[in-house]
T-cell receptor
Framework: ETGVTQTPRHLVMGMTNKKSLKCEQH?????MYWYKQSAKKPLELMFV???????ENNSVPSRFSPECPNSSHLFLHLHTLQPEDSALYLC??????????????FGSGTRLTVV | GESVGLHLPTLSVQEGDNSIINCAYS??????FIWYKQESGKGPQFIID?????DKRQGQRVTVLLNKTVKHLSLQIAATQPGDSAVYFC??????????FGKGTSLLVTP
């Protein structure tokens, strides 16, 4: 365990479903991130939160909706996804925004398959 | 396009040999670089980092070299072990807070 926990580990959903991914960290970090990892592509930054405020929305379609109710939890709400959204979704945290010393701490990811 | 990239998608080495994984970056303003290791079914794990005011940094069995002149970064793994088999990513920090990742090199260690 890295200190960042993501649930569920695997998710299969239809294009009309609504589901949520959950990320939890108890490292005392103030910044949290969602990344998308597709096959043969670099990790793509989706959203950045600092002290529960969204500071980055990296041109992500509105069918992805993040939520950060407190500094320990981050959600990614999904609705009407497309098959090309199938990927590994990674959550990460860092002590503070702009402080990448020792990098981010990543969770193990949620493997999402859209059918 | 991406600002960091790895030279080879796959690398096969024999157990006990040294491994070298290369990475190029394009933004001369990048001031912080990180190497990550990602094993199957897991998220990326921090290996080693280096700031732009350094040329070399050593960890346990790993060394990162930074050549700012040619914008090149390398990860050297000494005495490669089967447990080193994974995908390795370089990342740079050039926009204040967002790490920018390359595609990754898959390292396969053969007995």
């Amino acid at each position: 365990e890295t200190g960042v926990t993501q649930t569920p580990r695997h998710l299969v959903m239809g294009m009309t479903n609504k589901k949520s991914l959950k990320c939890e960290q108890h490292l005392g970090h103030n910044a949290m991130y969602w990344y998308k990892q597709s096959a043969k592509k670099p990790l793509e930054l989706m959203f950045v939160y600092s002290l529960e405020e969204r500071v980055e929305n990296n041109s992500v379609p509105s069918r992805f909706s993040p939520e950060c109710p407190n500094s320990s939890h981050l959600f990614l709400h999904l609705h009407t996804l497309q098959p090309e959204d199938s990927a590994l979704y990674l959550c990460a945290s860092s002590q503070d925004l702009g402080q990448a010393n020792y990098g981010y701490t990543f969770g193990s990811g949620t493997r999402l398959t859209v059918v | 396009g991406e600002s960091v990239g790895l030279h080879l998608p796959t690398l096969s080495v024999q157990e006990g040999d040294n491994s070298i994984i290369n990475c190029a970056y394009s933004n001369s303003a990048s001031d912080y670089f990180i190497w990550y290791k990602q094993e199957s079914g897991k998220g990326p794990q921090f290996i080693i980092d280096i700031r732009s005011n350094m040329d070399k940094r050593q960890g346990q069995r790993v060394t990162v070299l930074l050549n700012k002149t040619v914008k090149h970064l390398s990860l050297q793994i000494a005495a490669t072990q089967p447990g080193d088999s994974a995908v390795y990513f370089c990342a740079d920090l050039n926009s204040g807070y967002a790490l920018n990742f390359g595609k990754g090199t898959s390292l396969l260690v053969t007995p």
